[in-house]
């Protein structure tokens, strides 16, 4: 896999967290909604939410009451950045820059890719998610190309 076999957009058809045991959850539901963009500057974009989330009573985008906000952040993932391939590990890493999660900025999250036609696998390596350490599978589809 190289990098130019990324370049487009993908939208999530599924996520889900499966741990040692072979447990597995859908962290975000069983209807999980996001896009992921690769660019050919070398820049990626990636925004997934739960399907159903609630709206803010007020129509104040920094607004919300807290219990609104805290809802609102853990049904939210985003990250932008760089990335780079390394096609002879069929690994990607993302260079975070701008993330909804704080501890993610300035990181490389590795991501391990399966390319099947216009279906693209995306796993970690395990990490904490909700308190217990999973492994995240997310499948992509392929909507365009640049």
């Known amino acids: 896999m190289k990098a130019e076999d990324l370049i487009g957009t993908w939208r999530l058809r599924s996520w889900k967290n499966v741990g040692s045991d072979g447990s597995s959850i859908e962290p975000l539901g069983e209807a999980p909604v996001g896009y992921i963009f690769y660019n050919h500057d070398g820049f990626m974009s990636v925004e997934i939410m739960a399907g159903h989330r609630s709206p803010y009573h007020v129509q104040d985008v920094f607004g919300g009451t807290p219990e609104e906000r805290?809802?609102?952040?853990?049904?939210?993932?985003?990250?932008?950045?760089?990335?780079?391939?390394?096609?002879?590990?069929?690994?990607?890493?993302?260079?975070?820059?701008?993330?909804?999660?704080?501890?993610?900025?300035?990181?490389?999250?590795?991501?391990f890719a399966d390319l099947d036609g216009d279906l693209l696998t995306l796993s970690t390596k395990p990490m904490t998610f909700q308190g217990v350490e999973r492994s995240a599978h997310l499948v992509w589809e392929r909507v365009g190309r640049d």
């Open 70 to 111: 805290s809802e609102a952040i853990s049904t939210y993932l985003s990250y932008s950045g760089p990335f780079e391939v390394l096609a002879d590990r069929d690994t990607v890493i993302h260079h975070i820059e701008v993330c909804s999660f704080p501890n993610w900025i300035g990181n490389a999250q590795v991501r």
